[in-house]
C-alpha cells in the first residue's frame, strides 16, 4: 500500500521531467553539439557534432581568450555594469512600491496592483517601439522635457537609455515576487522591534531585510536572468557598438554570420556565468527554509 | 537527382572543386567553384550555372489558386499586387525574410516554400544553386525580359540569365540631412572622413553588414577591392571602424531609409536605394528636399534579382509576375512604393525625373549605367578570408 502510494506521488514528476529533458536538457546538448561542432562547407551553416568523444575546443579556446582579454571583453563586462545598473534602480523604484503596496495600499492593494500589471499585457517588443517614438527627437517625451531646457538625444547610442529600457522591461517581475514575500511577513515582529527602541531605519535594516532576503534574492535572479541575455532593448533603443550586449553578439554570431558556433559558445558560456547566480539563489532559498523550519 | 548527384555534376559544369586553381586557369575556363565547391562568379570569371533540370514547356496555361512570395519586408508595392492578382485572377502570399544565409536555410529545410525568391544577390544565388533550390527560367513567358538594363540580360553571377533576372539596382553611399548637413562637407577631401568627424558624433549611422561597412574603410584607406583577402588591409580596415566608433559613436543598422525621413539621425552610409525609400516615411509637410545622398566614386554598385524555386507550386504565375516586374509601366508603380530603382534599361534617369517623384536633392542616389559600370562587385569569400573579416566586424561591433 505505501510503495503503490510513493509510486503515485513519485509519477507526479513525470510531466515535470519530461518537460525539463525535452524542452531544456536536449536543446542545451544540442547548443553544445553545435558549439563544438563545425561549420559546413557549402552552407556555413552550423554542423553539430553529437558525439562527445569528438567535440572540438579550438573555437571554445578562441571565444574564451576573446572574453577574457580580446574584442569580446567589453561587451561581457558591459553586459554586467547594465544589468547591475538596471537591477539597482529596479529594487531603488520596485521595493518601495512592493513595501507600500504590501503594508500600506489597503483597500487599494488590488486595483494598484492591476494598475501596474495592465501596462505589461502588451507585448515587451511593442513597449519598446512606444518608447522609441517617445524619446525619438519630436517625441512626446523629448518635447515635455524640452520645456525645462533639456535638449538630449535620448536615441544616440547612451548608456542611459538602455539601462532605463531594461529596468521598465522588467521591473513588474522584480515588483510581484517582492510583493508576495513583503506581504506575508509578520509584521509584528517590525512593530516589536520598535517597541524595543529602534527607529524605523533599524527597523526596516534589522528586520523587515533579513525577513524579506530569499524574496529580494528571487526576485533579483529572476529580472537578472532575461536581462544578461537581453538584446532587443538595446536593438530598438540604441544600435550602437558602445552599447552592444552579449545578447547582441549571440543574435549576430547565429543570424548573421558564418559562425553560428562562436553564437552557440557565447550561449554556454553565459549559462555557465548565470549557474553561478542560480546556485547563489538556491543557497539563499535554501538557508532562508532551514531557518524558517530550524 | 540525389544532392550527392547534383554536387558531382555541379562540380563537372563549373570546372570542378577536384581540379585546383592552377590547372582551372590553365583550362581558361570561364566558370570557376571556389574551395568550398559553391559556384561564384566574378566580373573577371563569369560563371554559367550548371541546369540540371529542364525549364518548363512553352505556352502552358496559368496556374490558379495561389502564388506565395519569398521577399523582403517593404520590397513591392501592395497596389502593384493587387494589380497582378486582378489581371491573373490568383491571390498573392508573401513571406518575409530578413538575411539572406536565413533564407537559405528555412529553403534548405522546408520552412518556406514559395514559388518564387524577390531580392537574392549572386551570394545567396551560389548557396541556392549549389542546394539545387532554382529551376531555370523558360524566356517564352518573358517577353519584357528585353527591357533589363543590357549588361544585366547575362551577368556575370549567372550567364545568359538562366535563373535570375534582375530587380533592382543600387549603389552604396552616404545619405544625409541636407537641411542639416553642408553637401560640400563631402566633397572637400575624402567625402567618407565625414563618418569619421566628432562634430557628427551621435547623429550618424553605418549599414550593419560586414562586407559593406568593411568595404567603405577600404576604400576611405585608398583601397579598390571589395573582396580583399589582404589580411593588413582588412585589420587596417577594422581599426579604422574602431577609430570611428571612439570618434562619432555610430549607430549600427538598416534602418536609414526610417531614421533619417523621421530626423533621427543626419548622417547615414548606406545603399542609394535607401534613400528613396526615405521618401515615404518623411513626416507629413517635410519636403523632400532634406533628403540628401553622396554617391562615392570608389564604391559598391549591386543588384539584386527575381527566381523561381524548383518545387514551385504555380512556376507559370511565377515567370509572369516576374515578366510582369520587367514591363516598365509596372515596375514605375512598383518603385513608388519600393524606392530603389529598377533594373530596367527602359527606366532611364531622366524617365525617373520626370516622373516628379525624385527631389532634385537626391538625383545624386540614382545610379546611371555609367555609375553602375563604374561599381566595385562584392563577392563570397573563401572561408578564412571571411573569419579575417568577421573578426574585424566583431571587434568594430563589440565596442
New interface residues.
Given amino acids: 500500500m505505501l510503495k503503490s502510494s510513493h509510486r503515485l506521488w513519485a509519477g507526479f514528476a513525470i510531466p515535470g521531467t519530461v518537460w525539463l529533458i525535452a524542452l531544456f536538457a536536449v536543446p542545451f546538448y544540442v547548443v553544445a553539439c553545435v558549439a563544438f561542432g563545425t ?1 559546413g ?5 552550423a554542423v553539430p557534432q553529437w558525439s562527445p568523444l569528438a567535440w572540438d575546443f579550438a573555437q571554445a579556446q578562441q571565444i574564451a581568450i ?1 572574453l577574457a582579454a580580446g ?2 571583453q ?2 561581457a563586462l ?1 553586459t554586467i555594469f547594465y544589468v547591475a545598473c538596471a537591477m539597482v534602480v529596479c529594487f531603488a523604484v520596485g521595493f518601495p512600491v512592493a513595501y507600500y503596496l504590501a503594508r500600506h495600499a489597503g483597500k487599494q492593494k488590488l486595483m494598484l496592483l492591476v494598475l501596474i500589471i495592465v501596462p505589461f499585457w502588451v507585448n515587451y517588443l511593442m513597449r519598446m517601439l512606444a518608447w522609441v517614438n517617445l524619446l ?3 517625441g512626446l517625451f523629448t518635447r515635455f522635457m524640452r520645456i525645462f531646457g533639456i535638449n538630449y ?1 535620448w ?3 547612451s548608456p542611459v537609455t538602455v539601462i532605463i529600457g531594461l529596468v521598465y522591461g522588467y521591473i513588474p517581475f522584480l515588483i510581484l515576487p517582492l510583493f508576495g514575500t513583503l506581504e506575508r511577513l509578520d509584521w509584528r515582529l517590525v512593530e516589536a522591534a520598535r517597541d524595543l527602541g529602534a527607529n524605523s531605519w533599524q527597523a526596516f535594516r534589522l528586520v523587515t531585510m533579513p525577513m524579506s532576503k530569499a524574496g529580494i534574492v528571487a526576485a533579483g535572479i529572476l529580472i537578472a536572468l532575461p536581462m544578461f541575455g537581453d538584446y532587443y532593448t538595446n536593438d530598438l533603443l ?7 550586449m552579449i545578447g ?2 549571440i543574435d ?1 554570431f547565429l ?5 553560428p558556433q562562436n553564437g552557440a559558445l557565447l550561449v554556454l558560456a553565459l549559462s555557465i556565468f548565470l549557474l553561478l547566480f542560480m546556485s547563489f539563489y538556491l543557497r539563499s532559498t535554501g538557508q532562508a527554509a532551514r531557518q524558517t523550519t530550524g | 537527382m540525389r544532392r550527392r548527384d547534383f ?1 558531382r555534376d555541379l562540380a563537372i559544369a563549373t570546372g570542378g572543386v577536384t581540379l585546383g586553381g592552377s590547372l582551372l586557369a590553365a583550362c581558361g575556363g570561364s566558370a570557376k567553384t571556389n574551395s ?3 559556384p561564384i562568379g566574378t566580373p573577371d570569371n563569369p560563371i554559367k550555372l550548371p541546369v540540371t533540370t529542364k525549364p518548363i514547356a512553352d505556352g502552358l496555361p496559368s496556374e490558379s489558386g495561389t502564388l506565395e512570395i519569398l521577399n523582403w519586408a517593404d520590397y513591392q508595392n501592395p497596389e502593384s499586387i493587387a494589380i497582378f492578382e486582378e489581371k491573373f485572377g490568383v491571390t498573392i502570399s508573401t513571406s518575409i525574410y ?2 539572406e ?2 533564407a ?2 528555412k529553403l ?1 529545410n522546408g520552412t518556406f516554400k514559395p514559388d518564387i525568391i524577390v531580392g537574392m544577390t549572386d551570394t545567396g544565388l551560389a ?1 541556392l544553386i ?2 539545387d533550390l532554382l529551376q531555370p527560367l523558360n524566356k517564352w513567358y518573358l517577353p519584357n525580359f528585353g527591357n533589363v538594363i543590357r549588361g544585366l540580360q547575362n551577368p556575370y553571377y549567372d550567364l545568359e540569365a538562366q535563373y535570375t533576372v534582375p530587380y533592382m539596382i543600387y549603389g552604396n553611399g552616404i545619405g544625409y540631412r541636407a537641411d542639416r548637413i553642408d553637401k560640400n562637407a563631402f566633397t572637400n577631401g575624402n567625402g567618407y572622413d565625414v563618418l569619421w568627424d566628432p562634430q557628427y558624433s ?2 550618424l ?1 553605418v549599414l ?1 553588414s ?1 562586407r559593406d561597412t568593411l568595404a567603405m574603410a577600404m576604400f576611405r584607406a585608398g583601397h579598390k577591392d571589395a573582396n580583399t583577402s589582404d589580411p593588413a588591409i582588412i585589420k587596417k580596415a577594422g581599426e579604422d571602424l574602431i577609430a570611428m ?1 571612439k570618434a562619432t ?5 538598416v ?1 536609414a531609409y526610417q531614421e533619417l525621413a ?3 539621425r543626419d548622417i547615414n552610409f548606406t545603399w542609394s536605394g535607401d534613400l528613396l525609400t526615405a521618401l515615404q516615411y518623411l ?1 507629413e509637410g517635410v519636403s523632400p528636399d532634406v533628403l540628401g545622398f553622396w554617391y562615392p566614386e570608389t564604391t559598391i554598385t549591386k543588384n539584386d534579382f527575381l527566381c523561381i524555386t524548383k518545387n514551385a507550386k504555380a512556376p507559370v504565375l511565377a515567370h509572369q509576375l516576374i515578366n510582369f516586374f520587367c514591363d516598365t509601366e509596372s515596375a514605375m508603380l512598383n518603385r513608388e512604393y519600393v524606392g530603389y530603382q529598377p533594373a530596367l534599361e527602359t527606366i532611364t534617369i531622366d524617365l525617373l525625373i520626370a516622373s516628379g517623384t525624385i527631389p532634385e536633392s537626391l538625383i545624386g542616389a540614382l545610379v546611371t549605367p555609367e555609375k553602375y559600370d563604374a561599381g566595385l562587385a562584392q563577392v563570397s569569400l573563401e ?1 578564412e578570408v ?2 579575417l573579416w ?2 574585424q566586424w ?6
Fill in positions: 561549420i562547407p557549402i552552407f556555413r551553416d576573446s574584442p569580446l567589453g561587451v558591459r525619438s527627437t519630436d538625444n536615441l544616440d547610442g540604441s544600435r550602437s557598438p558602445s552599447t552592444e547582441n553578439q549576430f543570424n548573421a554570420s558564418s559562425q | 554536387l568550398e565547391g559553391l530578413d538575411t544565409e536565413a537559405v536555410a534548405r548557396k549549389a542546394a551621435g547623429r549611422a550593419d560586414y566608433r559613436n555610430p549607430k549600427v543598422d534602418l523621421a530626423g533621427n513626416p572561408p571571411d573569419r568577421l573578426d566583431t571587434a568594430f561591433t563589440a565596442g
